[in-house]
């Protein structure tokens, strides 16, 4: 038994079956790389946007990216029903008109229940939330925000280009037209403790945000993180550590809050460091493994104070 409320559970909980995320390239770029906020990116984002790629690479259309992801999903997991996820770079970073005909595009297809758009919070306005809260009536919708930390100076470190109050001012514009909110947060950030990590947690849950994606902070080739690591500036967390940090982190959500993700899921030929990243079930096990070490769960101490924590 998990102790804490996992995604595939709360879908079967939506569906009474199965349902599986198609990860989707729209071929959108972001502020943070064209110029409009910056030229670099995030520290630790790669050229695909930390996605698939299959766009920006392959000029794949997204009814052509559903359609092979779907043969494989099919056979994997012997999922009949879908959300598209639009998952690389900032998938609101366009006219609403323009965004609507994409979003069109991938809930056409007869077996898509939902849709799940991955964007950065200084990348939506009203029209855009106005015109995305309308697929709620037929389908399943998120909007996924990346934070990543509650502290401005490590925003600032990692070069991502917008502030903790921006994403605070898209929570509560999205709560406002009744969207679900999921946020992305990496533990082992460059100059982050354990105090300062645990203060991103409870800053999430005085919010009205429904779900949480929580990445661990690995090297991939090529980013500006990598050069850090290469020099020795930056030292990546141990399996171990983060999932005691995974753990000290679900402790203080709320136990309805649906966790969404517990690692990351870098490529093997991409990854630098650390090497267990990529042992996603090995991982994932270690953090059970913790919660049940620990006898604890999602929620025990959410709302409370707790000293030195």
Known sequence: MKRYRDFNTYLREQFGERVQRISLDSGLGCPNRDGTVSTGGCIFCDGRGSGTGAFTEERES????????EKFIRKRYKAQKFIAYFQSFTNTYAPASYLKRLYDEALSHPRMVGLSVGTRPDCIDEEILDMISLYRKDYLVWMEYGLQSAYDRTLRTINRGHSVAC?????????????????????????????MMLETARFIASLPVQGIKIHLLYVIRGTPLA?????????????????NLVVD????????MVIQRLTGDPGKSDLLAPDWAVQKMKNLQCIQDTLERRETWQGRLYGKSITGA
């Open 227 to 243: 050069r850090l690591y290469d020099k020795g500036a930056f030292c990546c967390l141990e399996r171990d550590e983060y999932a």
């Open 62 to 69: 997204l009814t052509r990216q559903i359609s092979k992801a």
């Open 167 to 195: 994403f605070e001012r898209a929570v509560h514009l999205t709560h406002n037209v009744g969207l679900n909110i999921c946020a992305h947060v990496i533990l082992g950030l460059p100059g982050e403790d354990r105090r």
């Open 249 to 256: 982190f679900l402790e203080l959500l709320p136990s309805e």
